[in-house]
Structure formats: C-alpha cells, structure tokens
C-alpha cells in the first residue's frame, strides 16, 4: 500500500516534521550542529521534509483489525490512522493541527471519561489529555 497514493500529494503535517527535533528522531543529520536547515531540494533519505523519498511517515507499527477489515498504522511522524481494504482513510487519532482539508474531519475528537468533549487549540488540551507524539505501536484494546 503507498501511503503517498492514500494521502495524497498535499504537503499535509509538514509542520509537525519541522517541530520535531531531527537529533531526536534519527535522522541523519550533524549531531554536533549549533542549527538545523530544511530544504526540501536535499537527495532522497530519511531527512526531515514531507513528500516521496522523504521519512514523511516514518511507520512502526501496522495492526490488524478483522471487525471490518482495515489495518492502523502507527505513523511515527503523523499520528495513529486506520486505512480500509479499500485504501481510504477511515480515522486520524492525532492532533487537528496542519491536515489537509480532505483529512480534517476524519480527526478523531478526544473526549473525557463522561463522553465529554475535551478542548483543544494549537495542539493542547485542556486537563490532563494529550496526543500520542511520536507514538511507535498502536493498536486496538477492549476498552
């Protein structure tokens, strides 16, 4: 499956690569270097940027689900997302923030323990919620 066909051609969550701190994340860069510079016009490899033959995704883990035949996928660099057989994306666990209008509503809506929704703006929450950032495995428990 090729994440870049399913997402498309936006440069959606660039921004989100960009905050990363690349030393953090392996990226083969100067650990020693006092500033990172982005370009996207840099060869192929697992460099900070967005786009084919680019580490846009960086997945770690991929798990079934058989209830309706779709698999999540633990994208290190976007999120946790669950892709059908059919090659659409049927939700986003991970911040709102920079996805491209097509993916805005598949964003899954954190609530509280009561069903209530939690508050969130420019990626932070109210109370004790937040993100799954950087996140390596996901999957589906019982609860």
Same mark, same amino acid.
């Given at each position: 499956?090729? %994440?870049?066909?399913i997402f498309g051609n936006n440069v959606y969550r660039s921004n989100l690569i960009k905050a990363l701190d690349a030393r953090a994340v392996c990226l083969n860069i100067d650990m020693d270097a006092k500033e990172i510079k982005i370009s996207d016009d840099q060869p192929f490899g697992d460099i900070t940027s967005t786009g084919t033959g680019r580490n846009w995704a960086h997945?770690?883990?991929?798990?079934?689900?058989?209830?309706?035949?779709?698999?999540? %996928?633990?994208?290190?660099?976007?999120?946790?997302?669950?892709?059908?057989?059919?090659?659409?994306?049927?939700?986003?666990?991970?911040?709102?923030?920079?996805?491209?209008?097509?993916?805005?509503?598949?964003? %899954?809506?954190?609530?509280?323990?009561?069903?209530?929704?939690?508050k969130c703006e420019n990626s932070k929450c109210e109370g004790e919620f937040d993100w799954s950032w950087t996140q390596h495995t996901a999957w589906l428990t019982p609860r």
């Open positions: 499956w090729d %994440l870049n066909e997945v770690n883990s991929i798990s079934y689900d058989e209830s309706d035949d779709s698999i999540i %996928l633990s994208l290190r660099h976007q999120g946790i997302v669950k892709i059908g057989r059919d090659k659409k994306v049927k939700w986003i666990l991970a911040s709102p923030e920079g996805w491209s209008e097509d993916f805005k509503a598949k964003v %899954l809506t954190p609530v509280d323990s009561k069903g209530n929704k939690i």
